[in-house]
């Protein structure tokens, strides 16, 4: 959280630092700092010295545009570059007037500068009519205001497409699923809970549910049906895909009970511990698998294409197995994980294979395969040790579990 008392800026100090090609929108003063990699700073300097190519630029790039809210990286990206993910390019036209490629503000005006062949992207800010920058003082009134720095910066592609998988894909391998605590028991019998009901669940042996009274009520994912996910070229298990059903709040924890049997022998028996329900994507029932709410984290999804040879597969689309085709916007599962360097932002191409038909115009009738066509990109967004969750940024048809992933370029 960032304290913030009495603040005064002239609207000119917010122009020169704030920077294009950054995360997202457009926000007046608090934008997040996220990581910027070697690769892409030695890009972007090695661009500043001389501008790019101006056959490097989109085909309609336009000579101006003014910056507003709601704008993308992707979007302005490829307002002026054939490939929106070469950011780096577009930031390091102008490494001077653009020093951060984390903030972007509305309001600001970005041309080319187009001379001997290349192009130099510079930021214009409104002047006051003489010809001298504006120096109006804005001020925040002196009272005290707690502000989140990630409401400040906002991911690079619209967090709506993304946000409501962030909690729910969860891959696991098969001995952690089976050893989380899990659901056994429901008030008065019921088959199917939903929001508001309460329901009773027991850990493992060696990890029971308990309660710890110095934090806040535990938080638990709730999961079902442990889906194995293949990998399509060698028909390996890379990891298992549960199913996402809600979350509930661990109320009381288990412990023990001494009762007599019907002999009247005290035996001791599980009390098992109290959940609530808090929210229900699909009803839960007895067997349904908890396992703990991670805290929220703060990811760039800056998009980049990786810094090393990528060949990988579309394992499944996610949220319906039935489902074969995905459509732009849609989630898929991919072969690539953390192990092989996928990490959050990489852009990858979609090829669609070549089909294979005979030639008719051939007397000996060969069969032959056509070429392989880049079909669209996606971009990891959630990376595991062996597979990723891919959102698709934009495709010419419907994609299908197997297409074939390379690097964008």
Do not use: C
């Amino acid at each position: 959280m960032t304290y913030l008392t009495h603040l005064t800026m002239t609207k000119h100090m917010m122009a020169t630092t704030a920077a294009l090609a950054g995360a997202l929108l457009a926000v007046p003063a608090l934008a997040q700092n996220l990581p910027v990699t070697p690769a892409q700073k030695a890009t972007a300097q090695q661009v500043a010295q001389a501008g790019v190519p101006l056959g490097e630029l989109a085909p309609n790039a336009p000579d101006n545009y003014t910056v507003k809210r709601g704008d993308t990286l992707w979007a302005i990206s490829g307002l002026f570059l054939k490939s929106p993910w070469r950011w780096p390019e577009l930031w390091g036209m102008n490494l001077q007037e653009i020093r951060n490629p984390h903030r972007i503000y509305p309001g600001q005006e970005l041309y080319l500068d187009k001379k001997d062949g290349r192009a130099v992207l510079r930021v214009r800010q409104a002047d006051s009519g003489d010809g001298t920058p504006p120096i109006d003082t804005v001020r925040i009134s002196p009272r005290t205001r707690y502000q989140s720095l990630a409401d400040s910066a906002i991911p690079t592609l619209q967090s709506n497409l993304i946000e409501p998988f962030l909690d729910e894909p969860l891959v696991v391998d098969e001995p952690t699923f089976k050893q989380a605590p899990r659901i056994v028991a429901t008030q008065e019998n019921q088959v199917m809970l939903s929001r508001g009901d309460r329901a009773y669940a027991r850990g493992s042996a060696a990890s029971p549910l308990v309660d710890d009274p110095g934090r806040p009520l535990q938080a638990y994912r709730v999961f079902r049906e442990a889906t194995p996910l293949k990998d399509p070229d060698t028909g390996a298990v890379l990891g298992y895909e549960a199913q996402y059903v809600g979350k509930v709040q661990l109320v009381r924890s288990e412990s023990t009970s001494e009762v007599a049997d019907k002999s009247g022998k005290p035996q001791s028996l599980v009390v098992p511990a109290t959940i609530d329900i808090v929210s229900a994507k699909q009803d839960m029932r007895v067997g349904d698998r908890l396992l703990p709410e991670p805290p929220r984290q703060l990811v760039s999804y800056t998009p980049h294409a990786p810094d090393r040879q990528v060949k990988g597969r579309i394992i499944s689309i996610y949220g319906d197995s039935s489902v074969a085709n995905a459509a732009q916007n849609q989630i898929v599962v991919i072969n690539r994980g953390t192990d092989d360097g996928m990490e959050s932002g990489h852009v990858l191409a979609i090829l669609k294979d070549g089909a294979t038909l005979v030639d008719s115009t051939d007397p000996t009738k060969p069969r032959m395969k056509l070429p392989d066509e880049r079909n669209g990109l996606l971009m990891v967004f959630r990376p595991f040790a062996k597979v990723s969750y891919a959102l698709i940024l934009e495709i010419t048809d419907a994609v299908r579990a197997g297409d074939r992933l390379v690097n964008p370029r």
